[in-house]
């Protein structure tokens, strides 16, 4: 049996409006997510990404290709008592109040009734939901709250799946740092994590490879704990005890295979083509004498894969 | 059947206040008639079709629309099992309803002299019942199909289609138009005569119009869940 999540040639396509018009949202995606990896997916908008989502967890069905997970479908009963998923549009039934409605999840997720009580009070304390909250009628929920209890629902049961779509929208910076600190725990106790995001740097810190979708297909796959080889524009800052002149700034970039874009007094911005030429450039001018303070590249890894994707991926 | 799906349905009926007013309006004026009207005995209870209608809109129409069904789905809950339990929570909800108003209805005859025959409460019983079951049966399909309550809207034009084609046909003196009008009111509301079968002159017809009608409503909202997809990426 093939474990972890495969994707093969899916297409999908919808009929809009009264012409049957038809609007291709994948075309011919692949890849592979290994079980305990974290998995993100980055597009712009209409990219597909909600579509390839939706078909991982068998809410739509693709027109050709397949999804398998631990070799079943995606809508298999058996996949499904090992998923957790937590939706964009946080829409949950207002009525119940957050206890209940985890609760009434835990139950339609088969989990053992004796344990409802403990694993419900487990789950709220986890997201930080006080019990005060909890009593309350969800419709009364901020976004940052529905944001928990839809984590809190998503994690009942420790699923070794889990499908996170924008899990830090419109949430708190406390929210973004549980968030985090939530999927950590999911990869120290090896659950496989895909996470639909906009925001490059979550995705950045949390995810170990990231596909980036564009009209329909995986575009290109960035391996995040791996060394960077796309070009980057770095900016270094030293303190102000410091005065390098600009070609004493050209000779280090020189020597470290960079370019000097630009000078000032208190920073510089160097262009390297990748993580070796960043490091020699860097060891060069602390050698020298220079106090570094800073160096940060100007565009996250992700940004720039928006900007300059390589066309492929190495799923 | 899910016994959560069951549970959460009822409770979430319960707790709405428009349905709550609607149920004590379906299920108070007849009652205030019988104690008005004596004589007319247990017949101004029609039918649970009242209580089917508070119960059933939008069981399946309002999760699509709010959305509710993703969340529901990503769980282990096979899809068939979702209607079924959807039709069963309805269906009680509305017989336990017809049942107590039915019992009510006993007693205010009984303390206005006109203790009904313990045989007529029993039969106005089951019938109620089997009209409970029945009528949610079709709405069920109907709030497959539609989303939101705009199953009641359909409802009602079929029912005022009905009617249309009834008074039609009897104006025209056209059996064949009487029929197909009288045809669509039983598919929309199903019910069985239990006097029929106590006084031993069972309708076949009837009977299995009923079941037909529950069970193919059922089946096709089945179909119909089954065939949905649920991405938001699909309608947007």
């Known amino acids: 049996m093939t474990v972890g999540i495969v994707v093969e040639d899916l297409s999908k396509t919808y009929r809009r409006g009264l012409a049957g018009e038809q609007i291709r949202a994948l075309a011919g995606v692949s890849l592979a997510i290994a079980p305990g990896e974290a998995f993100g997916i980055i597009g712009p908008n209409g990219a597909g990404k909600t579509t390839l989502l939706g078909c991982l967890l068998g809410f739509l069905r693709p027109d050709s290709g397949r999804v398998t997970i631990d070799g079943h479908d995606p809508d298999d009963l058996a996949v499904r008592t090992v998923t957790g998923y937590l939706p964009e549009r946080l829409v949950m039934d207002r009525w119940m109040n957050g206890h209940d409605f985890l609760a009434y999840h835990h139950a339609l997720a088969r989990l053992p009734a004796s344990r409802r009580a403990s694993d419900v009070e487990a789950a709220l304390e986890r997201v930080g939901l006080d019990p005060l909250a909890a009593a309350r009628a969800i419709r009364s929920y901020s976004r940052g709250m529905l944001q928990r209890i839809g984590l809190a629902q998503a994690l009942l049961g420790e699923p070794r799946y889990v499908f996170l779509d924008e899990p830090a929208s419109g949430v708190d910076p406390a929210g973004v740092i549980l968030f985090r600190r939530l999927i950590g725990e999911l990869r120290q106790r090896g659950a496989t994590v895909v996470l639909n995001s906009h925001q490059l740097d979550q995705v950045e810190r949390v995810c170990d490879r990231v596909a980036y979708v564009s009209k329909g297909r995986v575009e290109a796959i960035e391996t995040m704990n791996a060394g960077a080889t796309a070009a980057r524009v770095l900016r270094v800052r030293w303190t102000a005890a410091a005065q390098p002149t600009s070609e004493q700034l050209a000779a280090h970039a020189a020597y470290a295979g960079a370019v000097l874009r630009e000078a000032g007094a208190s920073e510089a911005r160097f262009e390297a083509r990748d993580d070796a030429t960043s490091a020699r450039l860097l060891n060069s001018l602390v050698t020298a004498g220079i106090p570094v303070a800073e160096a940060t590249p100007e565009e996250s890894r992700l940004e720039r894969l928006f900007l300059d994707p390589r066309p492929g991926g190495d799923a | ?236």
């Open chain 2, 1 to 236: 059947m899910n016994g959560a799906l069951i549970t959460a349905f009822l409770r979430q009926r319960l707790t709405s206040p428009i349905r709550l007013a609607f149920l004590i309006i379906a299920g108070f004026f007849p009652l205030l008639f019988i104690a008005a009207a004596p004589a007319m005995g247990l017949a101004p209870l029609a039918d649970s079709f009242p209580f089917s209608l508070v119960f059933g809109a939008g069981m399946i129409g309002q999760d699509v629309s709010s959305g509710v069904l993703q969340l529901l789905f990503a769980r282990p809950v096979r899809r068939d099992v979702y209607v079924i339990s959807r039709w069963f929570a309805a269906s009680l909800a509305a017989a336990v309803v017809a049942v107590v108003q039915i019992g009510l209805a006993a007693l205010i005859l009984s303390a206005r002299g006109a203790t009904p025959e313990a045989g007529a409460v029993a039969i106005a019983w089951a019938n109620h019942i089997a009209s409970a079951f029945g009528a949610t049966a079709p709405l069920l399909l109907l709030s497959a199909l539609v989303a939101g309550l705009g199953d009641i809207g359909v409802l009602f034009l079929i029912y005022a289609c009905a009617s249309i084609l009834q008074t039609v046909g009897a104006g025209l003196g056209h059996a064949l138009i009487s029929r197909i009008g009288q045809e669509l009111q039983n598919f929309i509301n199903p019910t069985i005569d239990f006097a029929l079968i106590v006084n031993a002159f069972p309708s076949w017809y009837q009977l299995i119009a009923y079941l037909s009608t529950v069970t193919l409503s059922i089946a096709l909202a089945i179909v119909i869940v089954n065939r949905k997809e649920l991405s938001y990426a699909s309608s947007s």
